[in-house]
């Protein structure tokens, strides 16, 4: 009992465990008195202990400082950008070649949009790294200072993945080599199926890398100036992501109706919208504005909050 | 059934912080005290995620503080502030109710 116990707690951020994790758990202990956990209470306190970590990481709640607040919003955005470039690496692969096969009447809002998603994620990427350059100094201190512990295990991990994606790459980059546009595109299951795995792993190494970068900012001291600059970049970042995910959207809106056969076989509008590559690739530009959205709201309201009561 | 399902989703006095304030008012109280007296007293059941949410943030509001652990039991008690609050928000409740009790007879004729 103790044990499912104290496994429930571990559901909370550390500060908290470190606060309130003795009395919970004797409360626990008296309010069953031997019994067992319910699923009630599992469900009571996964609630709770998913508010306490927002709370905690600063997406939640008022009471988080400014500093972490921002600091949090802006790290939100990034991860927004991370699932920005898995949707876009499958919007790439989506539109490959549509200049030249889309029938001439429903080329230009494609066309368009196509270019518009393309500044836009280039902007974006660029943001991104300009704020990576700017943080140099600060990460370097924070690694001479023992910071490299606290990240280590991360970037393993990052780098573990990172090699499986050149390693897959390098393989189907040589078997691609002998194979004929068709089997490239689907008549060969096993090349299609060893490619999707190797685009799973991608995706996952650039989450990973992005997670990685969140807890070296998380540990690292950022002075007011520059977290300034970094939340102004993170909010162009979040503009560019949005424009991007419209432009995305409106590429497959107009190609569904214009000329569907471009995205499946059937040449339906409904059937266009409802095949695979085009669901996953809406699914994740969706889930990167939702991101965009929490992590720009976040910097949003902590700046008038912050704003309100200099005020 | 229903209906006791809706009215007790939305009645302002099931709020875990005006519970655990009421609670306090008359004595300071640990969680698993807290809990009993509360089922005693609202008949609500507050989960154990709910009540430590709750409780977090009246004491980052000032609204309770914390005493010292016996047997790793913390107990918590209002302070001045908590007493202030409470007190807003149970005449504030008494005018909700007047004013409902006084436009339900008209409604109703009784």
């Known amino acids: 009992m103790r044990r499912d116990i104290e496994r429930l707690i571990r559901w909370y951020p550390a500060a908290w465990r470190a606060r309130y994790g003795d009395e919970f758990s004797t409360m626990l202990d008296d309010e069953l008195s031997g019994g067992r956990l319910t699923w009630h209470i599992y469900r009571d306190v996964a609630r709770a202990a998913l508010g306490e970590r927002l709370r905690h990481g600063g997406l939640a709640g008022d009471s988080a400082q400014t500093e972490v607040a921002l600091r949090s919003g802006a790290l939100t955005v990034l991860y927004s950008w991370a699932f920005l470039l898995i949707g876009t690496a499958g919007f790439t692969k989506l539109a490959e070649h549509f200049a030249t096969t889309i029938s001439p009447h429903a080329r230009a809002v494609p066309t368009i949009a196509y270019r518009i998603a393309e500044i836009a994620v280039a902007s974006a990427t660029v ?9 140099t100094t600060s990460v370097s201190r924070f690694l001479h200072r023992g910071g490299w512990s606290v990240i280590r295990r991360s970037v393993w991990r990052t ?20 194979l004929t546009p068709a089997a490239r595109n689907g008549t060969n299951a096993l090349y299609g199926a060893t490619f999707l795995t190797w685009a799973a792993v991608t995706a996952v190494t650039v989450l990973l890398t992005v997670d990685t970068v969140r807890r070296t900012i998380d540990a690292t001291e950022l002075s007011p100036r ?20 419209a432009a995305i959207i409106t590429w497959i809106g107009s190609v569904a109706i214009g000329d569907p056969a471009l995205l499946n076989t059937h040449a339906s509008t409904e059937a266009a919208l409802t095949s695979m590559p085009v669901v996953a690739t809406t699914s994740v530009a969706i889930l990167a504005i939702v991101l965009t959205t929490l992590g720009e709201g976040r910097i949003v309201r902590t700046t008038l909050r912050a704003r309100h009561s200099r005020a | 059934m229903a209906t006791t399902r809706i009215t007790r989703s939305w009645r302002p006095e099931n709020s875990p912080a005006v519970l655990i304030l009421t609670s306090l ?86």
């Open chain 1, 127 to 135: 943001l991104v790294f300009l704020g990576a350059v700017l943080v």
């Open chain 1, 159 to 178: 780098a573990l993945a990172g090699g499986l994606s050149s390693v897959g790459l390098l393989v189907l980059a040589r078997w691609a080599h002998h």
């Open chain 1, 226 to 245: 520059l977290l300034t600059i970094e939340v102004r970049l993170a909010v162009a970042v979040a503009t560019c992501a949005s424009v991007a995910v």
């Open chain 2, 25 to 110: 008012a008359d004595g300071p109280k640990h969680g698993h005290a807290l809990l009993k007296d509360i089922r005693r007293f609202a008949n609500v059941d507050l989960g154990p995620g709910t009540l430590y949410g709750a409780i977090a943030r009246l004491e980052e509001q000032g609204l309770i503080e914390p005493l010292a652990t016996e047997d790793r039991r913390r107990p918590y008690r209002m302070t001045p502030a908590g007493s202030v609050a409470l007190a807003d928000v149970v005449s504030s409740m008494r005018r909700l109710a007047d004013v409902g009790a006084a436009r339900l007879t008209i409604a109703t004729g009784h």
